[in-house]
């Protein structure tokens, strides 16, 4: 964790006992207004035709394109009215107790900060355009805010029940480098692809990955990487779906995923629903890292 500049073991000087601080928009400077239209911009040439269409609807609907960086004072008002959620800044990663109680009162931590103008292409700790951005035009879709409403609650029940590993890992291959079948094809749902330009391209088009149909007790078995672009992406088949699937009462699965093994994040099972199957040649070749 030592890679982080925004971990924090208690709330920090300036925020509240439940982790928020005020975004403090007039604050931001002209470069950080413009690192978010640069990424913006960016985004824009490459997710029509590659991000779900609930994703475009919601990108519109909340109107992130004024220039810089949202206000969240003018963007909660238009999310609230959709599903009654509203964005909230925090200081940078939080518990996961307080981020399981944000989400279940349908509240989404966002960072304050932007990332600085030599990190476009990469960082490793969200800010504030991939927790909007990325993030925020989903939760204006009633079944998928509903789903991340549930997962606050399921949270703080897995933790309680020690299974927290597991579920983290249906939020990472879900929410945040989640694929769906919509009517036209492969489309990409997941925050963490939506709001990278290079992993938006690989998600879909690069022979490299697997990408395996959705199934709760394999996502819950998988593990993941978080420093480079995943090699495995499963498929949901709608956001009705997923909801419908994690809505069920995770009790036996927990009870089934104790004795299970974890499976390696390139295995292809006989069972596995295959839409690619991988070559697995840029994480061989050493990822971000190759030479
Ligand atoms: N159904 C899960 C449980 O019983 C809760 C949950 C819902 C978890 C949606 C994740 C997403 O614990
Ligand atoms: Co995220």
Redesign the pocket.
Known sequence: MSDFEHVFEAPPEGAAADWTIPQDWDAYSDVEHGTWDTLYARQMKILPGRACEVFMQGLKALDLNTGGIPDFAVMNPKLQALTGWTVVCVPGLVPDEVFFDHLANKRFPSGQFIRKPDQLDYLQEPDIFHDVFGHVPMLTDPDFAA??E??G???Q??ASLGVLQN?AR??WYTVEFGLMQDADGLRIYGAGIVSSSTESVFALEDPSPNRLGFDLERVMRTLYRIDDFQQVYFVIDSIEAL?AE??????P??QRLKGADDIAIEAVLPEDQVFTRGTQAYAARGGRFAA
Do not use: Q, W
Request: charged letters at 25%.
């Open positions: 789903y991340m549930a997962y609650k399921g949270g029940r897995a579920l249906l939020y909801k994690t809505l069920k009462d995770f009790g699965v927990y």
